[in-house]
């Protein structure tokens, strides 16, 4: 019987921690198989990528997240216990919720408000020598993620808010200060955001109908009771923190405007679909998500691999978005391959696989691709810029990574 390759060795997590998103592609590339089992932080874990990986990762009967997650992502990233957490119906149900607040006419109601703030944005950075795309895009989006969720925000508060959104992002792969400062940001934003679902549901502030922060302080479990406060908070801040996190595509979308110049005039004509496959290249080929985990619920055996109760499973995203079986030149950027692309829910992963309303893929992808795609139409139609000389590099032993100078632009000039 075929064996699957285990990694030789007590610990490899170190070497994680050096080769950050390339871990698994460098051993699925060393031991020619899309599944190896190694050892991370003392325990038995089974790495895999691709396609045929993801379509087995998103299989309810096989894994679970519960458990999943390490703790310190919890405390950081996801918030302890939410959603990502979550399986079965109680997940299924409240996954309904969050799609709900992403309609066609809400992402356009987002939309239009990040358009907006970008014209108002260029009116100011015209006066300024150089603005740091990254930390404009973050405030930018904080702003109009706590306006169309429905939570208020004052204009002094914006840049600390934003600050903490970010922060909580930025500790998922960190030990030491780095993960102490997204602890930190995520217990302010909590005790902020409980606050105002507990003066809502008070009646000291009024929540549009409709709105996340609304539906959030009233939503009711599969038992007919509402979340407690402090969940409905941890969930709410699932809703715009991420919105925040786009600022990273935006910065990896201007850089790759730079390295591509040929693509501005294509993106200036405006074309929906030419924009829309540049967004999507930006967001297969650059690097944020690294890969996700579940657990296995009961054991079963696939490709050689005994996949034991218990046992933690990873799967590839970076990998699998650059996985020559599927992307001809994988590690090029080439937008115009999304014109023949399949739409598999499987090859194209960089915000999860399946169908999202089935499984834990990102209910915001649609919201995630309009911002982008607006963000890219306001850099090429609406400014123009200078770029100076900067550290574009990013590192991919970093997770999260981006551009070290956060993309640097001069000379900013309405059209
Ligand atoms: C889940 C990536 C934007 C809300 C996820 C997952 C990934 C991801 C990889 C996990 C999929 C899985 O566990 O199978 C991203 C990236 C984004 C982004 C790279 C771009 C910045 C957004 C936006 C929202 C959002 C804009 C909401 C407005 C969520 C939620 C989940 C999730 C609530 C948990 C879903 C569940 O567990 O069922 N995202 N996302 N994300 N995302 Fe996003």
């Given at each position: 019987k075929a064996r699957v390759p285990h990694e030789e060795g007590l610990d490899h997590t170190i070497s994680l921690i050096r080769e950050g998103y390339l871990f698994i592609s460098n051993r699925v590339k060393e031991f020619g198989s899309d599944v190896f089992v190694t050892r991370l932080l003392g325990q038995d874990v089974i790495c895999m990528s691709g396609e045929e990986a993801a379509k087995l990762f998103y299989d309810p009967e096989k894994f679970?997240?519960?458990?999943?997650?390490?703790k310190r992502v919890q405390e950081t990233l996801f918030g302890v216990n939410a959603i990502q957490s979550m399986d079965g119906e109680a997940h299924i149900h409240r996954k309904l919720l969050f799609l709900s607040l992403m309609t066609p006419p809400e992402q356009k109601r987002l939309v239009k408000l990040v358009k907006d703030e970008w014209k108002k944005a260029a009116a100011r950075w015209e006066k300024l020598e150089k603005v740091v795309l990254f930390d404009a895009a973050k405030e930018i989006l904080c702003r109009c993620a706590c306006e169309w969720a429905g939570v208020p925000l004052k204009q002094s508060e914006v840049k600390e808010r934003a600050e903490d959104f970010s922060a909580m992002v930025d500790a998922f792969g960190a030990v030491g200060p780095r993960h102490w400062k997204g602890r930190l940001a995520r217990n302010r934003a909590e005790d902020w955001i409980q606050g105002i679902i507990e003066q809502v549901r008070s009646g000291e502030l009024n929540a549009v109908e409709g709105t996340a922060l609304q539906q959030m302080a009233y939503h009711k479990e599969l038992n007919g009771q509402m979340l407690d406060s402090h969940m409905a908070a941890v969930e709410l801040i699932n809703v715009l923190r991420p919105i925040v996190a786009i600022s990273t595509f935006i910065v990896y979308a201007a850089l790759a405007l730079y390295e591509h110049p040929e693509y501005r005039e294509i993106l200036q004509a405006g074309g929906k679909h030419d924009v829309e496959m540049f967004s999507n290249e930006v967001r297969r080929y650059y690097p944020f998500g690294p890969f996700l985990g579940a657990r296995v619920k009961r054991n079963f055996e696939w490709n050689g691999c005994e996949f034991q109760e218990g046992m933690l499973v990873l799967l590839d995203i970076y990998g699998t978005n650059r996985d020559a079986r599927l992307w001809d030149s994988p590690d090029e950027f080439r937008?115009?391959?999304?014109?023949?692309?399949?739409?598999?829910?499987?090859?194209?992963?960089?915000?999860?696989?399946?169908?999202s309303s089935k499984g834990h893929r990102c209910p915001g992808e649609g919201i995630t691709t309009e911002i982008v795609k607006v963000s890219l139409d306001f850099l090429v139609n609406d400014i123009t810029y200078e770029v100076p000389e900067q550290e574009f590099s990013y590192s991919?032993?970093?997770?999260?990574?981006?551009?070290e100078s956060g993309f640097i632009i001069g000379q900013i000039r309405r059209v």
């Open positions: 679970q997240r519960k458990g999943a997650a390490p937008p115009e391959r999304f014109r023949t692309w399949n739409e598999s829910l499987y090859q194209f992963i960089p915000q999860g696989g399946g169908d991919l032993s970093r997770m999260p990574t981006y551009p």
